[in-house]
């Protein structure tokens, strides 16, 4: 018998049977339908976590830090942020860049208001490298002088200076300041400034006011001022034109929140606040991060606490797609009854194959072909419900308040594209292995007493 008369024979017989055909289906569709929204929710879930993630730091970055708080008496040989170790860590196998920072904190005054900011320098290289979106401006260029881009958050750290109060925090209201256009002082002694603010020293001889400074404003960084980001609250300027102001302001003195030797003075570089390392892989970020550890230094990642969440979620899909899998095998058992009643039903017809001369094994495939056809059926009807199931799901959630309370951006219900294609062949697969047992009782039936049975 050749399989195209196998193929039509199948397809013939289980036209016959319609109506019990239909709910074979049904229970297949249903099985599909449940594995594969099951598996969608889980991916879709895995996939939000990890978006949400991105949103805050990156999942290949080793924050590196000193180690130790920076003070007159530490020690001539403590390990040091400094462009030795920058060398030395672009010398390490699966680390792609290096990007120092130095974060310095300045007082701003504008009119009543007045606030602590926190300046972070940055290479020009990672200064472009973020694709920050700005509402004003242009990044700092490294040509020029010290120059701020201020996060859009920024604002919020300005208070009225007669009563203390904080304006965004108690009023709700943003400060009356436009960072492009208003004048706008700017003090790094902080401890000069608030000494001289007690009045006169100890044998009563004034203090001395420090200089105050007028920095170029480059830009301003776009969203409303409760968007939270990664540096929505920081100014951001570049790292050498920091340095350069630094040295220039506090010439020989220590430098605020920079080491000094043992005999109080201050070193000739300037070392960094954190350096941030890139690695190639999430894989090797955990070996690096000890390696680094060994070092002296202190790091730190998110890779390590990202995976025991993705392995957490990849448990809860595996439970999801089993719940699933249990409408399947319901499905299966369907199909293993459906089969064993058509073999009742054609005993006759398969004792007249049997005489006739067809090989046992064309009476199989036959049997098991039906069962497939099934499963492909019933598979690729449960996708395409699959497809509407997950498309209303998704709306639901996005019109209403779940998504956001769950902390879900986007689609909860994800299909992936290998699924759909995997969905369909395991329903064949399924079907044709709850068709096998059918298939061999087929085998087995005499021909002779097939023929007389009524």
Not at 88 to 109: D, I, R, T
Request: with cysteine; net charge negative.
């Amino acid at each position: 018998m050749r399989f195209s008369d196998i193929l039509l024979m199948s397809i013939s017989n289980l036209w016959k049977r319609k109506l019990r055909t239909a709910l074979t289906v049904l229970g297949v569709v249903i099985g599909i339908t449940s594995i594969v929204v099951m598996v969608a929710l889980g991916n879709g879930l895995k996939e939000s976590m990890l978006e949400n993630y991105a949103n805050y730091s990156s999942m290949t970055q080793i924050e590196v830090y000193s180690g130790g708080y920076y003070s007159i008496d530490s020690g001539e040989d403590e390990v040091r942020l400094d462009k030795s170790l920058i060398n030395q860590l672009l010398a390490m196998e699966h680390v792609e860049s290096v990007y120092p920072h130095l974060s310095f904190n300045v007082l701003a005054k504008t009119g009543q208001y007045m606030g602590y900011l926190n300046v972070l320098g940055m290479s020009q290289e990672e200064l472009l490298g973020l694709d920050l979106e700005l509402s004003r401006g242009s990044i700092p260029d490294s040509q020029t002088e010290l120059s701020f881009l201020f996060g859009q958050s920024v604002l919020t750290d300005f208070y009225v200076e007669k009563t203390g109060k904080y304006v965004y925090w108690e009023t709700n209201e943003v400060p009356d300041i436009d960072l492009m256009n208003d004048t706008i002082f700017y003090i790094f002694d902080t401890d000069a400034y608030w000494n001289a603010q007690g009045g006169s020293s100890e044998d009563g001889s004034a203090v001395k006011q420090p200089k105050k400074y007028l920095i170029d404003v480059s830009g301003v960084m776009a969203g409303d001022i409760d968007d939270w980001s990664n540096y929505s609250g920081y100014v951001l300027c570049d790292i050498d034109a920091l340095e350069a102001k630094l040295k220039q302001i506090f010439r020989k003195e220590v430098i605020p929140g920079q080491p000094a030797r043992k005999n109080g003075k201050a070193y000739d570089e300037i070392f960094y606040s954190e350096i941030i390392v890139q690695v190639d892989d999430m894989e090797n970020v955990t070996d690096l991060t000890k390696l680094i550890q060994d070092m002296g230094y202190n790091a730190y990642s998110s890779a390590e606490w990202i995976q025991q969440e993705m392995d957490s979620m990849n448990t809860i899909q595996a439970v999801l797609g089993a719940i699933g899998a249990v409408a399947m095998l319901v499905a299966a058992i369907s199909i293993t009854n459906t089969m064993m009643m058509s073999i009742y039903e054609r005993t006759k017809e398969i004792g007249v194959m049997k005489v006739l001369g067809c090989d046992i094994r064309n009476i199989q495939a036959l049997f098991l072909m039906e069962a497939g056809f099934i499963g492909f059926i019933g598979g690729v009807a449960g996708v395409g419900f699959s497809y509407l199931l997950s498309f209303v799901i998704n709306t639901l959630v996005a019109s209403g308040d779940l998504g956001a309370s769950m902390g879900i951006s986007g689609a909860i219900c994800r299909i992936p594209l290998w699924l759909s294609p995997l969905a369909v062949i395991f329903a064949i697969v399924i079907g044709m292995a709850a068709g096998f047992i059918p298939s061999l009782r087929a085998m087995r039936l005499s021909p002779l007493a097939a023929i007389r049975n009524e």
